[in-house]
């Protein structure tokens, strides 16, 4: 197992690897460091003295990939490249444009997203596979046809209509919740509870017709029906039998986005004004501090792979017929 | 004639659909899964509003000058919609409201000063004096425009009735077929009523700056059909080569290509669109003097943001296609041809690509709702289309503090929502009716 592991993180490394280098092109050769200050300090009306400070206060004043002036390694070190993208390996993400340390926002922010991306994925789950049960155990009948119709419908709506609408009932005129904002600790639940409201029925369309498809094809199977003609209940063979063998595919479709949850979401927590890092990334883009964007793909996409890695080890896990090699 | 650059993609499209329908039509196993579509009600029904936006979107994708003299780029729609889009009021007022929305201080014949809520310069200014007046006016012209819209459906048809003699059983013969003509005729009683109606009134209100919202809600429909369509153009090619190529030849070329989607995968999605238009936009601002007019600016935007969520996207059918090619090329036929010394290419060609092209047609139109609903999205956050584009996501995020508003200025949501809603409810429907006659797991049930 350990040994399958450290294959599996071994493999992760080019990945990264490919991930920092495109970053790495996107952000630095297909647009200069000086195309970047101008953007920042306005576009025509700029000395070239005032592009060259902002280059030097950042670090973007060094050569892109090799350093020719300088020696004894710091051809390499004393660039842009080394400086700005190899330190996300280990972490450093350095200084934001604007001047404030990323690594710190990014602690400080994580749990506000955390704190509502958790209950989010968790009620929702919870909603959804309930909602696809009892389709799956009325089908053939008006409620199915009914609940798919209402699914496709809610699929439909946009998920801006969603929080504008959640924001403008429940916050405005039923004044149930205040309408945006956050407090730490426990007194957070009241700024929360709206957003999550809002994110589980967003979800509610696609979750649960995703759901639905998978509890039908094992319904269809064979041992359901044997369960079925040895006299359980249907209730009984759903549960024990189909939600069994359908915790699977759930499970490790949840466990692939559980390191994503660190990311927050972007439009919830910008719409709610929480302080976590979809707001973070929001703002950042808003105003193109490119730094912060840089790394916040380097977050995302190790995220993602650690997410790939959980997801193949709960494989083994609940699967025994799936082997490592 | 002025030709943008999504305006030639967008009939280089309809050229390749059109193309593709009648290389369909020669294929027995593929026009049996149409007919399936052809007689499901809920299919054709959102087939027919489908359309209609379409032709909306075409409409206004033929642009031209507006005058010799001026700069200004407009389109067909445009041009048939000039009532609308020069009926400027000076701020928000309600839909069908004669009156502005905020009060103003007004100076009366006799020269009176009064606090109160002035006459718009266009909406309802028919009228003498609009509470007495208003809904008898708006009963009249609705129903008047609706007996329009029912009068030329009927010639229409009576038209195709007696032009098709030999063919008169099928018009009517199915369900499908009865509830085709039905839309129909709903779509064109309320078009002409709604085309009557505003040129008297502002349909649904308008906004800040004073512009129409059914104008704008209308000229969003491009924005959504040429993200649904053009991205799914630039990603087919990607997705079906490299899925193919990674199935068929295994080895080092799957390696390749798995390594190159995984990483590509890996970077969340927004933010590689976020990186992607920061870059854009700093490329623009360098080279202003290329975009002279800001049509052809917005336009290359939006063609960008079709290339940028093209390469974001193509990555999940690749993966679909990859599993597809590895399952066929065990499958005799291909053996057969391989053993025969058929060259890899044509057996790529003939043998493996038409067996993967329902899971292609599948995934397209199922991507479609999915990309009208992205662009929204990313609109709000400021990555989307550019913000001098009329797009349903520009206009809610123009709206979203509107709500904050007393009294309510809802109609500029409620628009986009309508609008939005009913594309990409009638995608959804679409695809699910071409996916239960497509696959062929779910057509052995039905």
């Known amino acids: 197992m350990i040994q399958y592991i450290i294959r599996r993180l071994l493999y992760a490394v080019p990945l990264l690897i490919g991930v920092n280098v495109l970053t790495f092109v996107l952000f630095f050769i297909v647009n200069s460091p000086d195309d970047m200050a101008r953007m920042q300090l306005g576009q025509k009306y700029v000395t070239e003295q005032a592009v060259q400070n902002w280059k030097r206060q950042r670090g973007y004043d060094l050569p892109l990939l090799w350093n020719a002036q300088k020696k004894d390694g710091g051809q390499i070190t004393e660039t842009i490249f080394f400086q700005k993208s190899v330190g996300l390996f280990l972490f450093d993400f350095g200084i934001s444009d604007s001047g404030r340390n990323i690594g710190a926002d990014i602690k400080q922010r994580m749990w506000p997203s955390l704190a509502l991306a958790l209950p989010s994925l968790l009620v929702g789950l919870l909603v959804n596979i309930s909602a696809a049960l009892l389709m799956v155990l009325f089908r053939n009948s008006y409620l199915e046809v009914g609940g798919i119709v209402l699914c496709v419908i809610l699929m439909s709506v946009s998920s801006l209509f969603y929080i504008i609408g959640g924001q403008f009932l429940i916050g405005k005129l039923l004044k149930l919740v205040p309408i945006s904002g956050y407090d730490d600790g426990l007194n957070a639940i009241k700024f929360l509870l709206l957003p999550v409201l809002i994110s589980v029925v967003s979800g509610i369309g696609s979750g649960a017709r995703w759901y639905r498809t998978l509890f039908l094809e094992e319904v269809e199977q064979d041992y359901v029906r044997t369960a079925r003609a040895k006299g359980l209940s249907e209730i009984r063979s759903l549960f024990s039998h189909v939600l069994g063998n359908a915790m699977i595919p759930i499970l490790t479709g949840v466990v692939v986005i559980l390191p994503l949850l660190f990311m927050g979401s972007l439009i919830l927590e910008s719409f709610f004004s929480i302080p976590g890092l979809g707001s973070y990334t929001i703002d950042a883009i808003n105003r193109q501090d490119f730094a912060i964007v840089r790394a916040m793909v380097f977050l995302g996409s190790v995220l993602y792979i650690l997410g790939l890695l959980l997801t193949d080890i709960s494989y083994t896990l609940v699967d025994p017929r799936v082997r490592l090699s | 004639m002025i030709i943008l650059w999504t305006d030639a993609l967008i009939y280089l499209l309809v050229v390749m659909v059109a193309m593709l329908g009648l290389y369909m039509r020669g294929q027995e196993h593929l026009r049996r899964p149409w007919r399936k579509v052809t007689s499901s009600v809920i299919g054709m029904l959102s087939l027919v509003v489908l359309l209609f936006f379409v032709s909306i979107g075409l409409l206004d994708s033929l642009h031209f000058k507006a005058s010799s003299s001026s700069n200004e780029i407009i389109s067909v729609l445009d041009y048939w919609a000039t009532p609308l889009r020069e009926h400027q009021e000076k701020t928000y007022s309600a839909p069908f409201s004669a009156y502005l929305y905020n009060k103003e201080l007004m100076i009366t014949e006799s020269g009176r000063q009064s606090w109160g809520y002035p006459r718009l310069v266009y909406g309802g200014r028919h009228l003498q004096d609009p509470c007495s007046e208003k809904v008898q006016d708006i009963a009249v012209r609705l129903s008047l425009g609706l007996l329009k819209g029912a009068g030329l459906f009927m010639v229409f048809f009576v038209l195709l009735w007696s032009l098709r003699r030999d063919r008169q059983q099928r018009l009517l013969a199915s369900t499908a077929a009865r509830a085709v003509w039905l839309m129909v005729f709903?779509?064109?009683?309320?078009?002409?009523?709604?085309?009557?109606?505003?040129?008297?009134?502002?349909?649904?209100?308008?906004?800040?700056?004073?512009?129409?919202?059914?104008?704008?809600?209308?000229?969003?429909?491009?924005?959504?059909?040429?993200?649904?369509?053009?991205?799914?153009?630039?990603?087919?090619?990607?997705?079906?080569?490299?899925?193919?190529?990674?199935?068929?030849?295994?080895?080092?070329?799957?390696?390749?290509?798995?390594?190159?989607?995984?990483?590509?995968?890996?970077?969340?999605?927004?933010?590689?669109?976020?990186?992607?238009?920061?870059?854009?936009?700093?490329?623009?601002?360098?080279?202003?003097?290329?975009?002279?007019?800001?049509?052809?600016?917005?336009?290359?935007?939006?063609?960008?943001?079709?290339?940028?969520?093209?390469?974001?996207?193509?990555?999940?059918?690749?993966?679909?296609?990859?599993?597809?090619?590895?399952?066929?090329?065990?499958?005799?036929?291909?053996?057969?041809?391989?053993?025969?010394?058929?060259?890899?290419?044509?057996?790529?060609?003939?043998?493996?690509?038409?067996?993967?092209?329902?899971?292609?047609?599948?995934?397209?139109?199922?991507?479609?709702?999915?990309?009208?609903?992205?662009?929204?999205?990313?609109?709000?956050?400021?990555?989307?289309?550019?913000?001098?584009?009329?797009?349903?996501?520009?206009?809610?995020?123009?709206?979203?503090?509107?709500?904050?508003?007393?009294?309510?200025?809802?109609?500029?949501?409620?628009?986009?929502?309508?609008?939005?809603?009913?594309?990409?409810?009638?995608?959804?429907?679409?695809?699910?009716?071409?996916?239960?006659?497509?696959?062929?797991?779910?057509?052995?049930?039905?």
Not at chain 2, 204 to 212: M, W
Not at chain 2, 223 to 230: C, Q, S
Not at chain 2, 390 to 401: C, E, H, Q, V
């Open chain 2, 186 to 446: 709903v779509i064109s009683c309320t078009t002409y009523a709604l085309i009557d109606l505003s040129g008297y009134y502002h349909v649904l209100g308008t906004d800040k700056v004073g512009e129409d919202v059914f104008y704008q809600t209308v000229k969003s429909i491009r924005t959504g059909l040429v993200i649904g369509t053009l991205t799914t153009m630039i990603m087919l090619p990607l997705a079906i080569l490299f899925g193919i190529l990674a199935g068929f030849f295994r080895g080092w070329v799957d390696d390749v290509i798995q390594y190159v989607y995984t990483t590509l995968n890996s970077i969340p999605s927004v933010l590689l669109i976020a990186a992607s238009i920061l870059m854009v936009q700093v490329y623009m601002a360098n080279n202003e003097q290329a975009y002279t007019s800001v049509v052809v600016r917005a336009d290359m935007r939006l063609l960008f943001l079709c290339l940028i969520l093209g390469v974001t996207s193509w990555t999940g059918l690749c993966r679909l296609l990859r599993g597809e090619t590895l399952k066929l090329r065990e499958k005799e036929y291909v053996q057969a041809a391989q053993a025969l010394g058929v060259r890899q290419g044509m057996i790529l060609f003939r043998h493996i690509l038409p067996n993967v092209m329902h899971i292609v047609l599948i995934s397209v139109v199922l991507d479609f709702s999915s990309l009208v609903l992205a662009e929204a999205v990313l609109s709000y956050i400021n990555i989307g289309v550019d913000p001098t584009t009329y797009s349903w996501g520009n206009m809610i995020n123009g709206a979203r503090l509107e709500m904050a508003r007393e009294p309510v200025v809802w109609w500029s949501l409620a628009a986009s929502f309508l609008f939005m809603f009913t594309l990409v409810l009638a995608a959804n429907l679409f695809a699910d009716t071409v996916r239960n006659a497509f696959d062929p797991r779910r057509a052995e049930h039905a």
